[in-house]
C-alpha cells in the first residue's frame, strides 16, 4: 500500500471508518499509549529510546514524545513524514531496511503495521526490527482482531486497509519467537466503546479472550 495518497486526509477517512462503531479515533490511542507505557515501565534504563515503525502522519508520537522524549519514527511514506506536525522525528524509511545499528533502542513499536506487510516478509520485518532492540529491550506489536467481526467491517471500510492481511495473535506471538524474541506477553484490547477507569479494569479481566477489537503483543530481545 502507497500511503502518500492518503497522507492529506488520513484521519479523515479513518474516522469514516470507525463511524460504524461510533467511536473517535483518539479513543483508540488513548489505549495504545497505555499499554506502551507499560511495557516502557519494565525497562530498567531511566531513560529509553524509542522507535515507532511505521508513524505515518505521526498521530501516536504525538501522544508519546510528552512521555517519552527520546522517541523517532520511521515511515516509506514521505508525504506522510511532510504531513506530521513540526518538529516530529521522523525519517523517511522502509522497515525492512532500518537506517539504525544494531541494538539502537529500547523499545521498538509497530502499530496497525504488520497487517500491511506482505505475509511472505513478515520474517525479514520481525527480524529488522529485533536487530535494532537491545537485549533486554522490548519489541511490540498491535493488530487487528481477525475473529471480532465489527473490526473486519471497520477494515472493510478503510480505503487504506484495501491490501490488509489480517493476522491472529498466535500468528503474531509465533513469529516474534521465531525473530529471537522471548517473555511474550500479550493481551486483547478494546472490549468496550467507554473510557473510565470501571472499564478499564473491566478490560484486564477480559484480556485473554479474544474478543476484543484489538491486540497487544510484546517480546523481549534475550
Excluded at 14 to 33: I, R, S, T
Excluded at 110 to 134: G, I, K, M, S, Y
Excluded at 151 to 163: G, Q, S
Excluded at 174 to 182: N, Q, S, T, Y
Amino acid at each position: 500500500m502507497n500511503f502518500d495518497e492518503h497522507s492529506a486526509n488520513y484521519s479523515r477517512q479513518v474516522d469514516q471508518a470507525l463511524a460504524v462503531a461510533g467511536l473517535p479515533h483518539d479513543f483508540f490511542f488513548e489505549a495504545k499509549v497505555r499499554h506502551i507505557l507499560e511495557a516502557r515501565r519494565r525497562l530498567p534504563a531511566k531513560e529509553v529510546r524509542v522507535l515507532e515503525i511505521g508513524c505515518g502522519i505521526g498521530l501516536l508520537q504525538q501522544r508519546l514524545r510528552p512521555l517519552l522524549t527520546h522517541t523517532w519514527g520511521i515511515d516509506p511514506s514521505i508525504a506522510s513524514l511532510a504531513a506530521a506536525p513540526q518538529g516530529g522525528r521522523g525519517i523517511a524509511a522502509d522497515g525492512l531496511h532500518l537506517p539504525f545499528a544494531d541494538e539502537s533502542f529500547d523499545l521498538v513499536i509497530a502499530v496497525c503495521v504488520l497487517h500491511h506487510v506482505p505475509p511472505d516478509q513478515r520474517a525479514e520485518f520481525l527480524a529488522e526490527a529485533t536487530r535494532v532492540t537491545r537485549r533486554d529491550g522490548i519489541l511490540t506489536l498491535c493488530e487487528h482482531n481477525p475473529w471480532n467481526p465489527l473490526t473486519r467491517l471497520v477494515v472493510h471500510r478503510c480505503e487504506f486497509d484495501h491490501d490488509a492481511v489480517l493476522l491472529p495473535l498466535a500468528e503474531s506471538k509465533r513469529r516474534l519467537v521465531a525473530a529471537g524474541l522471548g517473555k511474550v506477553r500479550s493481551r486483547y484490547i478494546h472490549f468496550f466503546p467507554w473510557r473510565g477507569a470501571l472499564w478499564q479494569r473491566m478490560e484486564r479481566l477480559l484480556a485473554p479472550i479474544p474478543l476484543g477489537g484489538q491486540y497487544v503483543v510484546d517480546a523481549s530481545r534475550i
